[in-house]
């Protein structure tokens, strides 16, 4: 069965102190791992799909990582309005759904 | 122009009722889907539609029956509501890539509260 392990559970960061979330996997035949951010009472918000190990993509103090097994998602001098829920999301061979973690919520303080 | 919409954005009900959900998309995209977020914001999927066809059942009660009248619309109708209903319900929508769904596009969310 697909599993998606998301970790630290919450982070709390000061202003500018930069950072990684992990996220775990295991699946048949990976075809996409994505990332989301989600904000209070919002839906999620796509950021990244990732399709193959070593691959890289960034969007402003954002970058995620894949290898094999995990993604990170670096945060780099992270601001307040940064602070939201990140969740991982793997997209497994031959199915056309996305198994979600549980999230990492990130708190980023002044 | 919002994406996804879907309504109502709030709904609360006694338990027993029948309720729905409605959502569209003008993305053009092919497939939707809906997916339910517990108390611990755990998202799950219950179905998926591609071009009308639903094509993802998960382990649901059959309480709850989707419908999609055409590729850009999704509904979803709940009978007999039960507390264990409470959550927020998510409707996204995706265009296939690569052999799988694609980046999925989200809805605000309907917040169901069954008393």
């Known amino acids: 069965e697909d599993q998606v392990t998301q970790s630290p559970e919450a982070l709390r960061l000061q202003e500018g102190e930069s950072s990684s979330l992990n996220c775990s996997y295991t699946?048949?035949?990976?075809?996409?791992l994505f990332w989301y951010r989600q904000d209070p009472g919002k839906g999620p918000e796509f950021l990244f799909t990732l399709y193959s190990a070593g691959e890289e993509k960034e969007k402003e103090r954002l970058k995620a990582t894949l290898t094999k097994k995990e993604s990170f998602l670096h945060i780099t001098a992270p601001k307040p309005e940064d602070s939201a829920t990140y969740l991982c999301?793997?997209?497994?061979?031959?199915?056309?759904?996305?198994?979600f973690g549980t999230g990492t919520q990130l708190k980023v303080e002044l | 122009d919002t994406a996804v919409s879907q309504t109502p954005k709030y709904l609360v009900t006694q338990m027993g009722n029948d309720k729905s959900i409605k959502c569209e998309q003008n993305?053009?995209?092919?497939?939707m889907y809906w997916y339910k977020q517990d108390s611990k914001k755990f998202l799950k999927i219950m179905f998926s539609y591609n071009n009308k066809e639903l094509i993802i059942n998960e382990t649901v009660p059959n309480r709850f029956s989707p419908k999609s009248p055409d590729k850009a619309h999704l509904n979803l109708h709940i009978n007999s509501l039960e507390l264990g209903d409470s959550a927020v319900y998510f409707c996204?929508?995706?265009?296939?890539?690569?052999?799988?769904?694609?980046?999925?596009?989200f809805g605000e969310g309907s917040r169901l509260t069954v008393l």
């Open positions: 699946v048949s035949g990976l075809r996409g």
């Open positions: 996204a929508s995706s265009q296939r890539k690569r052999g799988g769904p694609g980046e999925l596009f």
């Open positions: 993305l053009g995209h092919d497939t």
């Open positions: 999301a793997v997209s497994p061979g031959g199915g056309n759904k996305l198994t």
